[in-house]
Every structure is written in C-alpha cells, then in structure tokens.
C-alpha cells in the first residue's frame, strides 16, 4: 500500500502561481511512476503531467505543456506540480497518484494508488 497526501491548493489570481506537493509514505517510493490528474466540477478526471520513476522522462496534457512542470525527490518521497501562468480553466481538484507500471503514464486505470485531492480556484 501508498498513502498519498497532495497539499499546496488554493485560490489564486489568473496568471499567479501555485506549487502543489503529494508525499507519498508506504513502499518504496521509487518504484512508481508518479502522475497528477485533475477534475473539474461536471467533468472527467483529466491526465496533467507524468512523471517516471527516476525522473528521466516527464509527460504533460497539451493544456498545460509550456506553463506546468513537475519533479520529484526520491529522497523525499515527493512529488511535485509547479503551476505557473494559471488560468481560470485550471479550477479543479488536483489529484496525485502513483502507478507501479512504466507504460502509458497517460492513462488514469494505469494507477493503483490515489491522494484525496486538493483544491485549486483560479480566479478571473
């Protein structure tokens, strides 16, 4: 099992920043593929960004490729979504979570484990 506490949420301005982190505690950290999706009210969970195991290679929706990074420190069991030029459409519940397979780190069934969510509110 890994628990996965996201925390970093908020309300910000259009065109502000946010940096949300999800630490991860249970088995070893490492070994995961880890993602952040989100979900906005009356809408799917959508994929964000991806991250591999050792932070080789990262992944991200084209909504946010340019204005979104994120990293991790195995070190600390953490993952990390540094949100910058946020936009009102980036409202939603931001999830983490964390796969134990290497393929297709776009897809949500590809995790097996969840946070609970933290909130982020993009304001006009």
């Known amino acids: 099992q890994v628990q996965l506490v996201e925390s970093g949420g908020g309300l910000v301005q259009a065109g502000g920043s946010l940096r949300l982190s999800c630490a991860a505690s249970?088995?070893?950290?490492?070994?995961?593929?880890m993602g952040w999706f989100r979900q906005a009210p009356g809408k799917e969970r959508e994929f964000v960004a991806a991250?591999?195991?050792?932070?080789?290679?990262?992944y991200y929706a084209d909504s946010v490729k340019g204005r979104f990074t994120i990293s991790r420190d195995n070190t600390k069991d953490t993952v990390y979504l540094q949100m910058n030029s946020l936009k009102p459409e980036d409202t939603a519940v931001y999830y983490c979570?964390?796969?134990?397979?290497?393929?297709?780190?776009?897809?949500?069934?590809?995790?097996?484990?969840w946070g609970q969510g933290t909130q982020v509110t993009v304001s006009s």
């Open positions: 979570a964390a796969s134990a397979s290497y393929y297709y780190p776009r897809r949500s069934t590809e995790y097996n484990y």
């Open positions: 249970g088995r070893t950290f490492s070994v995961y593929t």
């Open positions: 991250i591999s195991r050792i932070g080789g290679s990262t």
